[in-house]
């Protein structure tokens, strides 16, 4: 739990983020690109989730809109990695106190 309550602002960004991952498939590309070796994943290393190239497209902009993604592209390869803050917030928010 939280400190303190959220401000307006905290609050709309978390349940931007909250929201993103209600969706299973960007669940799974998150939790792939969060526990890729090395910290980050190369697109094709985390697409097999059950839909077609341009739904993941889809999902991994809406996780990179919400604040939940970074991508970095390298040549024609687009690599993801979650953003640093995040794994912290959220398990900080999540926490039972």
Same mark, same amino acid.
């Given at each position: 739990?939280?400190?303190?309550?959220?401000?307006?602002?905290?609050?709309?960004?978390?349940?931007?983020?909250f =929201?993103?991952? &209600?969706?299973?498939?960007?669940? /799974?590309?998150?939790?792939? @690109?969060?526990?890729?070796e090395?910290?980050?994943?190369?697109?094709?290393?985390?697409?097999?989730?059950?839909?077609?190239?341009?739904?993941?497209?889809?999902?991994?902009?809406?996780? =990179?809109?919400? &604040?939940?993604?970074?991508?970095? /592209?390298?040549?024609?390869? @687009?690599?993801?990695?979650?953003?640093?803050?995040?794994?912290?917030?959220?398990?900080?928010l999540?926490?039972?106190?």
């Open positions: 739990m939280s400190e303190r309550p959220f401000t307006a602002e905290e609050a709309e960004r978390t349940a931007r983020m =929201k993103a991952l &209600g969706d299973p498939v960007r669940l /799974r590309l998150f939790s792939a @690109v969060a526990s890729h090395g910290g980050e994943a190369y697109v094709c290393d985390i697409s097999d989730v059950g839909v077609s190239q341009p739904t993941v497209s889809h999902h991994l902009k809406k996780l =990179k809109e919400a &604040g939940l993604l970074t991508s970095e /592209r390298r040549g024609t390869w @687009v690599y993801y990695r979650v953003e640093p803050s995040v794994l912290a917030a959220m398990g900080q999540l926490a039972v106190r």
